[in-house]
């Protein structure tokens, strides 16, 4: 089989990002494909406090009523279970920053361990409510993840870390990626959304194809730092979600479905 990589533009605290990632893992199951994957940043609320805040506060104020939010946060709940997720939102008292995790993120898949954190910190917030904005808690999610902790803390301190995620969101932002989760394929095409698995079928199924018939060629491994050169031959149709409530810019309307 032909190798196919994967770049993910996701946020921890996306939760159509854990769903998406969940469908395609299916996907891949399915397929028997082993591709390469790259996670990439993308800050859906870049200007937080770096304490964070109260989530309740944040959620009302980006829906507008306590109501709204109840009902939307149902809809991803729903949505989560069907994907074999359990999410416990009510348990979460804190929106954090998430840069610092991104620092992290980044260590981890220099040490080859991006997936296992990633879904380590979904876990951690959307299921288990724990406080992502506390440096302790943080130290200890990375821990279980396999990360050194000395190194983690160390990184969390390094502000060349810093400079190279800054430098990584903006590429990201610059291929005109606008809401998370986002897939690229092979830098050739993209899925949008938390779509289903056989939606991410289609997707590998093409990027194995076309990788297949072009002819062999060695070529580099990315880095997380590194600028995208995407061209974006096709964007595999994305459906809307169809609760009409979420107008909110953490759940862009490209990520949901009618």
Not at 170 to 196: C, D, E, M
Request: hydrophobic letters at 40%; a negative charge.
């Amino acid at each position: 089989m032909a190798q196919v990589e994967i770049d993910i533009i996701s946020d921890v605290v996306c939760p159509f990002c854990y769903i998406g990632k969940t469908h395609l893992e299916r996907a891949i199951k399915k397929t028997g494909l082993d591709p390469v994957i790259r996670w990439h940043p993308f800050q859906l609320n870049p200007d937080l406090d770096e304490a964070g805040v109260d989530r309740a506060l944040h959620m009302t104020a980006k829906f507008g009523s306590p109501e709204k939010v109840q009902k939307a946060e149902k809809v991803v709940v729903d949505m989560a279970e069907k994907a074999g997720i359990h999410f416990h939102l009510t348990l979460q008292k804190v929106q954090p920053n998430t840069f610092r995790l991104h620092k992290l993120l980044a260590l981890a898949q220099m040490e080859n361990l991006g997936t296992e954190l990633q879904v380590k910190f979904f876990d951690a917030f959307f299921v288990n409510g724990v406080d992502l904005s506390k440096e302790e808690n943080i130290l200890d999610v990375a821990e279980t993840a396999g990360l050194d902790r000395s190194e983690a803390k160390a990184c969390l301190d390094d502000e060349t870390f810093s400079e190279e995620l800054r430098y990584a969101e903006s590429a990201a932002k610059g291929t005109g990626v606008r809401a998370v989760p986002f897939f690229i394929f092979n830098n050739k095409f993209a899925v949008s959304g938390a779509q289903p698995v056989e939606t991410f079928i289609e997707a590998l199924t093409k990027a194995e194809e076309e990788a297949a018939a072009q002819p062999a060629k060695k070529k580099p491994v990315k880095s997380e730092e590194e600028d995208f050169d995407i061209d974006m031959e096709e964007e595999l149709p994305s459906d809307d979600f169809d609760e009409e409530d979420f107008d909110d810019d953490e759940f862009d309307e490209d990520d949901r479905r009618k």
